[in-house]
């Protein structure tokens, strides 16, 4: 079965091609490298022992897209898009256009095609500020408080659409919950230009030393510790949810719906903790105020997941912690050697 991978080079997935290179999966990447980096494709290769067709570029370029498509194409995973909730609530309109448009022309081309299958990332703010936890996959989805949630609710909406009136075509919205860790062998992992925006990633460079202390954002929500709660998954347990999404279309079963978390909360000091145990590195932290447009708690009821693709964690936060640190490491020694 060939899959192609859109953002294939990107974090969730770099690990989602290693899954699908390691369980005999044919895959096409295509990447931009919009905030991604080549040298992934080679890291890839050394982990899996496995080669692929890497296409750099757009997926908005038709050309590209036809090239791909020539040579059958089963399945899409589509990850490319821009993620960064801050910056999209300053740019809503590059947001909309990026992230509705490559849908459109992927959707437009595995039509042309006939290729009926797509699993879609979404995330957890299409439940915006949730009424109860945790979140179960038939709650509403409603207001997704930034221009980013926005374009996840949109484009479900579409894929919705479509697939209530084309009896082939296969869906998996896939509903991921707060992706962290990285791939143990150390070279692939999460590393953010500039200051991180993500609790995990900043951590990280706190405990390498490159940024003094972490900025608790609100101590005073209504939670155990008063900090906020989020349902931490390691990035190779939600790369398997993929392979196991992709063996679900494979049943024809139209458009299905999961969450991918772990079904537990673990609020911000608790992480600060949690890192500081599964490193031995000590993290030091200031309260600050409160993030504009951050929910008081999220995590997700993982039932249906586990009943209907047999999805499980391996991993735990501990285990996630410390993987993400070893990244963190190895990636700084690479850099200093010019790697
Ligand atoms: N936080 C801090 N300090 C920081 C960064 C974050 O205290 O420097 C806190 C936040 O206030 C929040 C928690 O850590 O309580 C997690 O924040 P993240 O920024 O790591 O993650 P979010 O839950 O805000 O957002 C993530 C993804 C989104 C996705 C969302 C789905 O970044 O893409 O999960 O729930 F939409």
Known sequence: MRVLVTGGLGFIGSHTVVALLENGYDVTVIDNLYNSKLVVKDRIKEITNKDFKTVIADVQD???????????????????????????????????????????????????????????????????????????????????????????????????????????????????????????????????????NNLLPYIAKVATGELKEVNVFGNDYDTPDGTGVRDYIHVVDLAKGHVLALKKLEQNPGLVIYNLGTGKGTSVLEMIHDYEEATGVKIPYVIKPRRAGDIATSYANCDKAAKELGFHCDYTVLDACRDGYHFQVEEAKRKKEGK
């Open 62 to 196: 038709e050309k590209a897209l036809d090239e791909i498509f020539k040579d059958k194409i089963d399945a899409v995973i589509n990850f490319a898009g821009y993620k960064a909730v801050g910056e999209s609530v300053k740019k809503p309109l590059e947001y909309y256009d990026n992230n509705l448009t490559l849908t459109f022309a992927l959707l437009k081309k595995m039509r042309e095609y006939g290729c009926h299958n797509f699993v879609f990332s979404s995330s957890a703010t299409v439940y915006g500020n949730p009424e109860r936890v945790p979140m179960y996959e038939t709650d509403p989805v409603t207001d997704a408080t930034s221009p980013y949630g926005e374009t996840k609710v949109m484009i479900e909406r579409i894929l919705k659409d479509i697939a209530a009136v084309t009896p082939d075509f296969n869906c998996a919205l896939l509903r991921y919950f707060n992706p962290i860790g990285a791939h143990k062998s150390g070279l692939l992992g999460e590393d953010p230009n500039g200051i991180p």
